[in-house]
């Protein structure tokens, strides 16, 4: 049916607090992918999921961050003790192919969660 | 040129023009490139897409062109529109460090303006 949805669309949090963002990829998409887009930059590799296996998470930038996906589907990304830097969009993304994107495969995104870090 | 930043390079054109809108990529062993549009708000739109075994590869109104002896991308818009007025992404599924699945790597992005 519809597309990849994520919510909050917009969060502000102060320093120091927890943040976490839903993804709800598109029905049956066995990959999931999470994205950071700085202002102005191309999205940035966070983690991969396939189905409910984190495969990849060598693009998370710190342990502050954290993803997961536990019954396959909805996914969420946790962000303790925000930090200014923080401050992006955050993209999800999924495809219905086991081994992510490829031709013929595209990744799907949502439209984001824009995180704000006062 | 190449910009840093929130310098992204431009286009402007005006409606009914063609556009054509390069990327360089930098992994020699990517074998899947796409292109997303990318509209303010919003997230990235999967555009087309293209094998590394393909030179060329047509859609609606849209052509991807690849030149894997010099890694270079473009995508060129016919009769373009207001409504193509966006950022857009190339990506690349760079297959390094024995990655087995397709992780997309972003290029910077290029703005593109269409005046009526």
């Known amino acids: 049916g519809a597309g990849v949805s994520q919510s909050p669309r917009y969060k502000v949090a102060k320093r120091g607090q927890d943040v976490a963002l839903r993804c709800d990829p598109i029905?049956?998409?066995?990959?999931l992918f999470w994205y950071q887009q700085a202002l102005g930059q191309g999205p940035e590799f966070l983690t991969y999921f396939q189905n409910e296996a984190q495969l990849d998470k060598s693009g998370l930038p710190s342990d502050r961050f954290f993803a997961e996906r536990p019954e396959g589907s909805v996914s969420t990304l946790k962000i303790q003790r925000t930090q200014q830097e923080d401050s992006a969009v955050y993209l999800c993304?999924?495809?219905?192919?086991?081994?992510?994107?490829?031709?013929?495969?595209?990744?799907?995104f949502g439209n984001g969660t824009r995180l704000t870090v006062t | 040129g190449e910009n840093v930043g929130l310098h992204l390079p431009t286009l402007s054109v005006q409606e009914g023009d063609n556009s054509i809108i390069n990327c360089a990529y930098s992994?020699?062993?990517?074998?899947?490139f796409i292109w997303y549009k990318q509209e303010s708000g919003k997230g990235p739109q999967f555009i087309i897409d293209?094998?590394?075994?393909?030179d060329k590869r047509q859609g609606q109104r849209v052509t991807v062109l690849l030149n894997k002896t010099v890694k270079h991308l473009s995508l060129q818009i016919a009769a373009t529109q207001p409504g193509d007025s966006a950022v857009y992404f190339c990506a690349e599924n760079g297959l390094t460090g024995g990655t087995s699945y397709g992780k997309l790597t972003f290029g910077q992005g290029t703005i593109l303006t269409v005046h009526p």
């Open positions: 992994n020699s062993a990517s074998d899947y």
């Open positions: 029905s049956g998409h066995v990959s």
């Open positions: 993304a999924s495809s219905w192919e086991t081994g992510g994107a490829f031709f013929g495969s595209p990744l799907h």
């Open positions: 293209i094998r590394s075994n393909m």
